[in-house]
């Protein structure tokens, strides 16, 4: 069996940025199960994963268009430090998630002033090139649920949509 469009892949990876640090890392856990030709993981790394098989272990190198984009500097923005009332202890590094022109947005604290907020619409990894090490480490055909659905349903835990 090979991964196409359909499948439900398992596998284990470690993400590295282009200073060698880790990221993100499945190893020691669960692995990741992600079902394949849906959008449900970036696509640099997903277009690498079609034809492989269980086992099978690749390095990937994905540049930010084909991951979270490149980052627009238009997208730090001052706004009054009104709009975060009531949020306690506010701080540098805080996420927070914001409707916007574009939908649903994640923004982070990048700055505090007296009267305002400097926020970052940027994805976190936006800009950078990122390195997956994988290893394919389980597949299967995805059930008619999960393919009209584009995501996979974990068996038993109550999924009831
Ligand atoms: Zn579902």
Redesign the pocket.
Known sequence: MKISGNTVASIHYTLKNSRGEILDSSVGAEPLEYLHGAGNIIPGLESELAGKSTGDKLEVKVEPKLAYGERHDEMVQNVPIAHFEGIEDLQVGMRFRAQSDIGEQLITIVGIQDNEVTVDGNHPLAGETLYFSVEVVGLREATATEIE?G?I?HGGCG?N?
């Open positions: 659905h995501h349903h999924h949509h």
